[in-house]
């Protein structure tokens, strides 16, 4: 039977969960595929620490160029995460002839054309299924089960820790600071969670599917991000009233021959495929031409999801080297079909605006003209009654499709005016299926 010899570099949570599957489940991948995986290497600085996975003896090493350097090792899986040691690991395995499995985000968000291209020139593998959505077989499914269709839009709940805390704030009643000192005290956001909940960490999952979306690479820095740390209980309890939640969503559109590229909070329909998806879980809907709308989910972090898709990288890169067509499927199909990314300014979308004010008569008049004024059509007004009259009253108001840059010049219009006593809060309203 054939072999596929792998190195693993970097045994941290997912690197050991990798480690773990190999060795339970390599009689039975064996099986199914016709080529045996064997671990013959995994490199790590500390190997002192247990992991709670028993590697055989002499697999574990405190040095990854005995990995790279081996020339039996057929396969290199980067797990070590990062942009600077993690990036020359894979410019040296792949210039080395060795295909290369990584669930590594943000390299590939910001060095994946450089990698893509090394890849190419080898002739070596570079798979990434781990790298968005977890367990998730996105990657998959836009690199090959959908590589005859246009894709016309990716919209994706791609941040666990985001869904998580939206969910509890709305299941709970419960404000963000709370909800997010609960997922830090449950292990679901990290002691930092910048990266999580400013939008940074699906920016970069956002960056690597327009690239097989769209036929070229991009980076997070050409995404146009907003996180969720000021979605209040109060819109997420008015946006339920009206039939919608909030979600933290990647969205990546066709606009004619421009595409969008965008993350941040938006109402989606209640009823939608992406209005069911809770907690921890991640998803990932999909509209191809002629295939229509399909959607991907699952859990999108956690040791095991992640392993899982790394494995099913590993297979198939192993099946590859076995029939003697390495690169049988490249990181991405070259085929640009866009002119320029649309810029935020140009979008086009129903607002959903909360409104402070006074209640006194005139506010409807004041408001309501700065709006004519630039252009935005109201479809909707909403006044939510407070117990005490003398406080100001939240106005919620739905627009009709409107620009965005437009509607963010009224907004800071009517930010100005004596009626308002705080900044409006404006959320993009996406009527998904």
Known sequence: MKETKIGIIGFG?????????????????AA????????????DLDTV?????????????????????DPEIDLVVELVGGTGAAREFIKKALAAGKSVVTANKALL???????????????ADLYFEAAVGGGIPIIK??????????????????????????????????????????????????????????????????????????????????????GIRHVALKDIEYAAWLGYRIKLLAILKRAGDEVQLRVHPALIPCRSLLGHVD???????????????TLYSGRGAGRDATASAVVADIIDCGLNLACGCRGRVPPL????????????????????????????????????????DHNVSIASVTQKEEANPDHPVPLV???????????????????DLDIVSEYPVLLRIEDLA
């Open 397 to 415: 108001i739905v627009t009709h499709e409107a620009n965005e840059a437009d509607t963010q010049a009224a907004v800071r219009e009517i930010a």
């Open 141 to 226: 499914a836009l690199r090959e089960g959908l590589a005859g269709d246009r894709i016309v839009e990716v919209a994706g709940i791609l941040n666990g820790t985001c869904n998580y805390i939206l969910t509890r704030m709305e299941k709970e009643s419960a404000a963000f600071d709370g909800v997010l000192k609960a997922a830090q005290a449950a292990g679901f956001a990290e002691a930092d969670p910048g990266l999580d909940i400013d939008g940074i960490d699906t920016a970069h999952k956002a960056a690597i599917l327009a690239s097989l979306a769209f036929g070229d690479w991009f980076g997070a820095e050409q995404v146009s991000v907003e």
């Open 109 to 123: 968000s910001k060095h994946g054309a450089e990698l893509a291209e090394l890849a190419d020139k080898s002739g």
């Open 32 to 43: 199914r595929t016709g080529v045996r995986p064997v671990l013959r290497r995994v490199a």
């Open 279 to 293: 907690g921890v879980f991640n998803a990932v809907w999909v509209q191809g031409e002629p295939i229509g709308g």
């Open 49 to 69: 620490r247990d992991r709670g996975v028993k590697l055989p003896p002499g697999v574990l090493v405190n040095d990854a160029a005995l990995i790279l350097d």
């Open 333 to 372: 199909r070259r085929s640009p079909t866009f002119t320029r990314i649309q810029p935020m300014s140009e979008l086009r979308s129903r607002y959903y605006i909360r409104l402070q004010v006074v209640d006194r008569p005139g506010v409807l008049a004041q408001y309501a003209g700065v709006f004519r």
């Open 13 to 29: 949570t997912v690197g050991a969960g990798v480690a773990e599957c190999l060795l339970k489940n390599g009689d039975a991948i």
